[in-house]
């Protein structure tokens, strides 16, 4: 089992900044593959970003590219934690983010995922 608690949400203006944090605990966290994914109101759970455990990023991590370029995912395997640095947000960068982990491989895929945080609400403002 994997616990993973997020923190850093809340209201910001558009082109602002915020991180987001997620503390895992439970099983090995260095081994595992640990993402983002945010769902807006009335819409799907999207992939936001991914990386694994050594940092590198292959053909199903890296970021989403509708936040290519203002976001950017890092881990500290010796906290068990991941973040998520949101730069340059945009109202339509508001939703619930949540952290996300799994073994094995990447995966752009929510189901993919077997263990999710309680989730972290964004809000950005025009």
């Known amino acids: 089992q994997v616990q993973l608690v997020e923190s850093g949400g809340g209201l910001v203006q558009a082109g602002g900044s915020l991180r987001l944090s997620c503390a895992a605990s439970?099983?090995?966290?260095?081994?595992?593959?640990m993402g983002w994914f945010r769902q807006a109101p009335g819409k799907e759970r999207e992939f936001v970003a991914a990386?694994?455990?050594?940092?590198?990023?292959?053909?199903?991590?890296g970021t989403a590219d509708s936040v290519k370029g203002r976001f950017t995912i890092s881990r500290d395997n010796a906290k068990n934690t991941v973040y998520l640095q949101m730069n340059s947000l945009k109202p339509e960068d508001t939703a619930v983010y949540y952290c996300v982990a799994k073994s094995g491989s990447g995966s752009y895929a929510a189901n993919d995922y077997d263990y999710w945080g309680q989730g972290t609400q964004v809000t950005v403002s025009s």
């Open positions: 990386i694994t455990w050594s940092g590198w990023s292959d053909s199903v991590t």
């Open positions: 439970g099983r090995t966290f260095s081994r595992t593959v």
